[in-house]
């Protein structure tokens, strides 16, 4: 088990370096002129900024497969429902097969958006800031920047993130604890990796965790975790523009 939280941690660590390094060799190249960089509004200091939010996930989905790659086999315990008896490819051994969706996960998926709209706007008030001053837009995040940093949590978080903690993380804590002691322990990894910016981020994701860890048990797929990790997220961002008039 110990194992098994090590390298999701490790992955995670990994795929940021990998982007931390990219972005500072690349500012130690000769001066691109502007009209061939991306973002062409943003400073060099925002530019990297937005890399260095963006880019990690993308790191991390590699380095997942990559690392799944270099072990074939399947991650779950062979005796576990969920896994076959011979060697799976990464992709599915992490969870991407036909999901088994009952009317509970539906509804999950379904009702989620707004218990989480409301989960966050609670404790926000707890802690003194108002929701609608709290949640709105930086003017950095306009035009294609926001369409990127929407995509990002919309997207690509989603299926980086439900690819390590419900995919390879659930996969192989199940070799070692039951279904329940599964879910709380990815999530519990789940929000301690989102508390890089104080307390009340990791706090506002932990219902989700669990929410995604129950999902991945009934439905035995990583689709309908990352569709529900993607509304999730997307309430979110249409809180936040709304909050920005």
């Keep these: 088990m110990a194992a098994a939280i090590l390298r999701a941690v490790l992955l995670q660590l990994a795929a940021f370096g990998l982007v931390f390094g990219a972005v500072a060799a690349f500012s130690r190249l000769p001066a691109v002129p502007a009209s061939l960089l991306p973002f062409k509004a943003l400073t060099g200091t925002e530019r990297a900024a937005l ?3 963006v880019l990690p996930h993308a790191a991390l989905a590699f380095l997942i497969l990559a690392a799944i790659r270099l072990r074939p086999g399947n991650t779950l ?3 576990h429902p ?7 490819h990464p992709a599915t051994a992490l969870g991407f097969t036909r999901p088994d969706l009952s009317r509970r996960a539906v509804w999950l998926i379904l009702l989620w958006p707004a218990l989480q709209v409301a989960w966050t706007a609670g404790l926000l008030w707890l802690a003194g800031q108002p929701p609608v001053r709290a949640w709105r837009l930086s003017p950095f995040l306009t035009g294609e920047v926001f369409l990127a940093w929407t995509l990002w949590l919309v997207v690509l978080a989603p299926l980086a993130e439900e690819m390590l903690f419900r995919g390879d993380l659930f996969g192989r804590l199940t070799r070692h604890l039951a279904p329940a002691a599964t879910v709380a322990v990815a999530t519990v990894v789940f929000v301690l990796c989102h508390a890089e910016n104080g307390l009340l981020q990791p706090v506002s994701v932990l219902p989700l965790g669990v929410a995604l860890g129950l999902m991945r048990l009934w439905t035995g797929s990583l689709w309908p975790c990352i569709a529900l990790h993607a509304a999730s997220n997307g309430a979110v961002v249409l809180a936040r523009v709304w909050s920005t008039g």
């Excluded at 969920?82 to 799976?88: E, I, N, R, W």
């Design 51 to 53: 890399a260095l939010t």
């Design 82 to 88: 969920f896994a076959p008896d011979k060697a799976l």
């Design 77 to 79: 315990d062979p005796g």
